[in-house]
């Protein structure tokens, strides 16, 4: 049960409403999320900023592996449902790889450097050794993207709080990060 209070669409704060227009334009519905951020309309704006920013960076199946291991770094179900439909739906991650996604890993070696050292950011709270940044830049990684790993990781922080917080109810096909700690 939600500990915070999901305000139906339409009961969303009024200065709320064109950035909701803005999502559901883009996702075709407006989900619990976005409700749940629209109680602080500076919040939903700043949000969507961030996020608009950041889709312009690395590419979208980078960024569903980041989202996948930060989800479940911070144990955020609603996080880890919502990335693992994006996964399988927009970036076209399949099953298997979510999985290594989730556990910082991947199949392609260039990803696997990328998605491990974003769970790295994540667990350290950016306190990642010298060794870390090597093994990143050993990958090619260059340093702006290690800074918009960095980025992308702040952001599903972010959004992994606020869910954990409110207990936001989930409106994907559900996935929880208990599963993958009991199947390792």
């Known amino acids: ?28 519905v407006v989900p619990n999320l976005f409700r749940l951020a629209a109680l602080s309309p500076a919040v939903l704006q700043g949000m969507l900023g961030l996020s608009g ?28 449902s919502a990335h693992t439909y994006l996964g399988l739906n927009l970036a076209k991650l399949d099953a298997g790889e979510i999985a290594l996604n989730r556990k910082g890993d991947s ?10 050292f974003a769970a790295k950011v994540a667990q350290s709270r950016g306190k ?13 990684i260059t340093d702006a993207q290690v800074v ?5 990781v702040a ?11 409110a207990r936001t109810p989930i409106d994907f096909p559900v996935v929880l990060a208990a599963d993958l700690a009991q199947a390792a």
């Open 148 to 152: 918009e790993i960095v980025a992308l």
């Open 107 to 116: 199949t392609d070696p260039r990803a696997a450097a990328m998605v491990a």
């Open 155 to 165: 952001e599903n922080f972010l959004t992994n709080l606020l869910n954990n917080v």
């Open 53 to 80: 920013a950041l889709a312009r960076t690395l590419d979208v199946k980078t960024r569903e592996r980041i989202a996948l291991v930060v989800a479940q770094v911070n144990g955020c179900d609603y996080c880890l």
């Open 1 to 28: 049960m939600s500990r915070v209070a999901v305000p139906a669409r339409e009961a969303a704060p009024a200065a709320a409403q064109p950035f909701l227009d803005g999502v559901e334009k883009q996702l075709g």
């Open 128 to 140: 990642v050794a010298d060794a870390d940044l090597a093994d990143v830049r050993l990958a090619g």
